[in-house]
């Protein structure tokens, strides 16, 4: 646990060049991520309540909503985080990045898995909306106000626009839609 916390601390140094000495304390989008590592842990105990209690009053106090059940990697950047929501069953690899209005949610549709997958090193742009249970592989960029609806997007790429395309992939230009996932049919 120690060892995710320096990470997290960390992760702002690598991803904020206007971060200086000790303000980085100061950060809405770390006080989030340490709330949360508190009230997963809670949750996987099975605590009753305390965890969802203390989730309201994080994002009460933060402007940033991640369910206890959520899954977070190493080194987690949250930029201006206010608006952020990240659903129960969203798992987020090691040094991701998220910008302000990011939503990783469900469709409303799945019983189990409902919210997305984020793969290690993704930077997800501000308003980006990805959801349901769809994969994000690795070393992924997602731009501003991208909207990824049940479709998995694939490693070592850049998606773009609304519906999400892929514009870039293994350092190629694309023109690319986004592969249906298997739970399509469910539209």
């Given at each position: 646990?120690?060892?995710?916390?320096?990470?997290?601390?960390r992760?702002?140094?690598?991803?904020?060049?206007?971060?200086?000495?000790?303000e980085?304390?100061?950060y809405?989008?770390?006080?989030?991520?340490?709330?949360?590592r508190i009230?997963?842990?809670?949750?996987?105990?099975?605590i009753?309540?305390?965890?969802?209690?203390?989730?309201?009053?994080?994002?009460?106090?933060t402007?940033?909503?991640?369910?206890?059940?959520?899954?977070i990697g190493?080194?987690?950047?949250?930029?201006?985080?206010?608006?952020?929501?990240?659903?129960?069953?969203?798992?987020?690899?090691?040094?991701?990045?998220?910008?302000?209005?990011?939503?990783?949610?469900?469709?409303?549709k799945?019983?189990?898995k409902?919210?997305p997958?984020?793969?290690?090193?993704?930077?997800?742009?501000?308003?980006?909306?990805?959801?349901?249970?769809?994969?994000?592989?690795n070393?992924v960029?997602?731009?501003a106000?991208?909207?990824?609806f049940m479709?998995?997007?694939?490693?070592?790429?850049?998606?773009?626009?609304?519906?999400?395309?892929?514009?870039?992939?293994?350092?190629?230009?694309?023109?690319?839609?986004?592969?249906?996932?298997?739970d399509?049919?469910?539209?």
């Amino acid at each position: 646990m120690i060892k995710k916390l320096i990470a997290d601390v960390r992760a702002i140094y690598r991803n904020d060049p206007a971060a200086r000495n000790l303000e980085v304390f100061f950060y809405a989008g770390l006080h989030a991520i340490w709330w949360h590592r508190i009230n997963h842990v809670l949750w996987n105990l099975r605590i009753p309540l305390v965890p969802r209690i203390l989730s309201q009053l994080s994002r009460f106090l933060t402007g940033i909503e991640i369910h206890p059940g959520a899954t977070i990697g190493r080194g987690l950047f949250i930029d201006h985080g206010m608006g952020i929501v990240i659903g129960e069953t969203t798992e987020i690899g090691d040094n991701c990045v998220l910008f302000h209005n990011v939503t990783l949610g469900g469709t409303g549709k799945h019983k189990a898995k409902r919210h997305p997958t984020i793969g290690s090193n993704v930077l997800i742009g501000t308003g980006a909306t990805i959801l349901g249970p769809v994969n994000v592989g690795n070393d992924v960029q997602i731009g501003a106000n991208t909207f990824i609806f049940m479709h998995d997007v694939p490693d070592n790429c850049t998606v773009v626009g609304s519906p999400g395309k892929i514009v870039w992939m293994d350092g190629r230009r694309q023109n690319l839609k986004l592969p249906p996932t298997d739970d399509s049919h469910l539209l």
